[in-house]
Every structure is written in C-alpha cells, then in structure tokens.
Nanobody, 113 residues
Framework: QVQLVESGGGLVQPGGSLRLSCAAS????????MAWYRQAPGKQRDLVAT???????NYRDSVKGRFTISRDNAKNTVYLQMNNLKPEDTAVYYC???????WGQGTQVTVSS
C-alpha cells in the first residue's frame, strides 16, 4: 500500500520561505507524476504544482516565480520550495500521486505577521 507523508509546514512571516517534503513508499516512485495541492479554510482544494517523471513541471499562475517543485527519486521524495510567501498562501498543503486517490495527511502553512 502506497503512503505519502508530508512535512515542513509551519508559521512564517510574509516574504519568508518554507520547504515542504513528501516522502513516498513504493518502488516505482520515479514513474509517478507527483503533485502538490492546497486547501484554505472554506475553499476548494487547488492544484499548486506538478512534476512528471521526466521532470517537466507545471505551476498555478499565482505561485509562478515563487514556488519550485522538485524530486529526488533516490529518496522517493518530492519537495515544494516556497519563497516570498504571502498571506494568501496560507492553507493545508497536500501531496498527491497525480490522478490517483493517494494523498498525504497534509501539512499546515500559515503566513502571518
């Protein structure tokens, strides 16, 4: 059974940075397209970024130039580097194997002064 475990969330001031990590079990991690989503209170879960097995990446417009998704297949881990954070980035961030029902438990990111 595949499991995803996120870490790295926390409280940060506007303009600050955080790096989220998502560790996956499973020997075929390198073939999966991985995604980060986020969900703010009272709002729908939105796609933030994806990274394919060929390392092609995509981002939602509001995070382009500030967030970077990357992966280390040797560690079965996907990362989300978040720079110049804004209050509107506050949400629970979830890791997902793209187009599957496999999700992590989520990690809270709060951007506030």
């Amino acid at each position: 059974q595949v499991q995803l475990v996120e870490s790295g969330g926390g409280l940060v001031q506007p303009g600050g940075s955080l790096r989220l990590s998502c560790a996956a079990s499973g020997s075929i991690f390198k073939f999966w397209t991985m995604a980060w989503y986020r969900q703010a209170p009272g709002k729908q879960r939105d796609l933030v970024a994806t990274i394919a097995d060929g390392l092609h990446t995509n981002y939602r417009d509001s995070v382009k130039g500030r967030f970077t998704i990357s992966r280390d297949n040797a560690k079965n881990t996907v990362y989300l580097q978040m720079n110049n954070l804004k209050p509107e980035d506050t949400a629970v961030y979830y890791c997902n194997i793209r187009e599957t029902a496999v999700w992590g438990q989520g990690t809270q990111v709060t951007v506030s002064s």
